[in-house]
């Protein structure tokens, strides 16, 4: 023998709607009103910015030539702001925030490095990871790309901040960014939930 219950509303005792239906199959959960139900959304913010210009020598903080990458963007969520180098999150969360930093040059240089640094209060950084690339050692153009990445819990938008390093070992080479319509230099950054 099978049971069959039909309902349109299942409520809890003080009446609120825990899961309604519209008839066709499909449910809604009410997840406020349900207690030790893990709920997400999935990803609810992402972006990219790029150096838009080189530096030569790089920089212990890349403090300009930022802009918001914009072309055939698949940005979600208002993005980041940036101001001097110091990149703000438009809301809190636990985000992914990666780095790659090109280096270009004809110099001695063997390596670089690419770093994240990160505050908590608005005011002191600490560098929070680092990446390194082999840069060679020739007379003909160089090109090396250092890769590094951390996860950064956004607990308070207005202290919670992230900046961008790229240096090589050295002279000679640049961090290297251009105007055009591809990415080289660049940070990402992903919302992946709640904090």
Do not use: H
Not at 74 to 93: D, K, L
Not at 126 to 152: E, H, K, L, M, P
Request: charged share 15%; glycine share 12%; with cysteine.
């Amino acid at each position: 023998m099978t049971g069959i219950l039909k309902v349109d509303q299942w409520k809890d005792s003080g009446d609120n709607a825990l899961i309604t239906s519209d008839g066709s199959g499909a449910l809604t959960f009410n997840a406020s009103s349900i207690t030790g139900v893990a709920t997400t959304n999935g990803i609810t913010g992402t972006d990219i910015w790029k150096l838009t210009a080189s530096i030569s020598g790089g920089a212990t903080t890349i403090t300009s030539n930022w802009a918001q990458w914009n072309t055939d963007t698949a940005r979600i969520g208002s993005g980041m702001t940036e101001s001097s180098g110091t990149f703000t999150f438009p809301e809190t969360g636990i985000w992914f925030v990666q780095f790659n930093a090109e280096f270009r040059g004809t110099g001695g240089s063997r390596y670089a490095e690419a770093k994240i640094a990160v505050t908590t209060n608005n005011s002191t950084y600490n560098d929070r990871a680092y990446a390194y690339t082999s840069c060679g050692n020739f007379t003909n153009q160089s090109i090396g790309t250092a890769v590094v990445s951390t996860i950064i819990d956004v607990t308070d938008t207005s202290n919670v901040k992230v900046r961008f390093g790229g240096q090589p070992s050295a002279s000679g080479y640049e961090l290297y960014g251009s105007s055009s319509a591809f990415i080289q230099t660049n940070a990402k950054f992903i919302r992946l939930g709640d904090t």
